[in-house]
């Protein structure tokens, strides 16, 4: 079976630096994705790991541990533009199936 | 440019009605998906087709049908039979190769019922 938590909802300032964590039970587990959902909007692609690490990618970077059944997403410098919904989602099994967790709401205050 | 539409964006029916929502991509894509999203909810998978004619059921089926008769195109049927229609409803494709298997969204169609 496939199972995904991630918290419901965060707040952070602009400037500062928030992370998201995700944990996952997942048989078959090929890899772990990232999306960034505006409210009404569709999900656009920010990360994908398949090996343990730290992966960064400009402000945004995310890490995963296999072992342990864990990834996070780490936001810095947050902009209030960054006010959206993450979504933690996993691909599993030969077909690839990808499974998405209920997505944690960050708002970015002043 | 390439990218997946949906149609139309939002859609009201009555109960008791089937309603179709399109969904058309131009990215040569083999896999096409059908998520649901309701409030504070992760997406659902409602169907996949990995190729032409050949569709599968996701985790949420019961009250809708699709069709793969075009690569480009799996429009999503919405029957009488879904108890709890209204929702936002995500259309997506992808190349699953090696392990990877990114999903391209389209915009959405926000379906109410009256």
């Known amino acids: 079976g496939q199972n995904i938590d991630q918290p419901t909802e965060m707040t952070a300032t602009e400037g500062a630096i928030v992370q998201i964590n995700c944990t996952y039970q997942t048989s078959g587990f090929n890899g772990l994705f990232w999306y960034q959902q505006h409210a009404g909007e569709a999900p656009t692609f920010l990360s994908y790991n398949v090996l343990d690490g730290l992966e960064e990618k400009g402000r945004f970077s995310s890490f995963l541990s296999r072992s342990k059944g864990y990834s996070y997403l780490l936001l810095k410098e947050l902009q209030m533009k960054d006010s959206a919904s993450y979504l933690c989602a996993t691909n599993s099994g030969g077909y690839q199936k990808v499974t998405f967790g209920t997505g944690t709401k960050l708002q970015v205050i002043p | 440019d390439g990218g997946i539409t949906q149609s139309p964006k939002y859609l009201f029916r009555k109960e008791g009605q089937n309603v179709t929502l399109s969904c058309e991509q131009n990215?040569?894509?083999?896999?096409m998906y059908w998520y649901r999203q309701d409030p504070g909810q992760g997406l659902r998978l409602i169907y996949y087709s990995q190729i032409v004619n050949d569709f599968q059921k996701g985790d949420i089926a019961e009250g809708y049908s699709v069709s793969r008769e075009k690569k480009e195109s799996f429009p999503l049927t919405v029957t009488s039979a879904q108890k709890n229609p209204t929702a936002f409803y995500l259309c997506?494709?992808?190349?699953?190769?090696?392990?990877?298997?990114?999903?391209?969204f389209g915009p959405g169609t926000r379906l109410t019922v009256l």
């Open positions: 997506a494709s992808s190349i699953p190769s090696g392990g990877f298997n990114e999903q391209f």
């Open positions: 990215l040569n894509h083999d896999a």
